[in-house]
Structures are given as structure tokens and as C-alpha cells.
């Protein structure tokens, strides 16, 4: 559980990007395969990745980007 209180998931698109769901929400973040690879370790980006997720929910909610639907 994250400082949010939400929960990260890798989902599998069936891409070579990293995909992230974020728990009760159908918001979800990508991130390419090219940016993950520039972290050493998974846990890097992991961490990194949590961090990012939660800055920007606490500045711009939990709201789904309505310019892809």
C-alpha cells in the first residue's frame, strides 16, 4: 500500500511497455520500455514509478485522461 493508500498493479497488455493500474480506479499509467530501461534495476524504476503516481495524484486527483477514450 502506497503513502495514497492505493495500490500499484502491473497489468500485461501484451506490450513491451510497463503498465501500471492503480486499485479502485480504472486509471492507468504507461511507461515505455525505453524508460524503464534507463533505471539499473526494476526497483529503481519501481520506486521511482510509485513516487511519480503519487505526486501526480495528489496534484491532480485520480481522474481518468478523458482525451484517450
Given at each position: 500500500m502506497s503513502k495514497?493508500?492505493?495500490?500499484f498493479r502491473?497489468?500485461?497488455?501484451?506490450t513491451l511497455d510497463t503498465v501500471i493500474s492503480v486499485s479502485g480506479?480504472?486509471?492507468r499509467y504507461t511507461y515505455s520500455q525505453e524508460y524503464r530501461n534507463a533505471?539499473?534495476?526494476?526497483?529503481?524504476?519501481?520506486?521511482w514509478v510509485v513516487k511519480d503516481i503519487e505526486e501526480?495524484?495528489?496534484s491532480?486527483?485520480?481522474e481518468e485522461d478523458l482525451e484517450d477514450m
Open positions: 495514497s493508500g492505493y495500490e502491473l497489468v500485461d497488455e501484451g480506479s480504472d486509471v533505471f539499473d534495476t526494476f526497483d529503481e524504476f519501481w520506486a501526480d495524484i495528489a491532480n486527483g485520480l
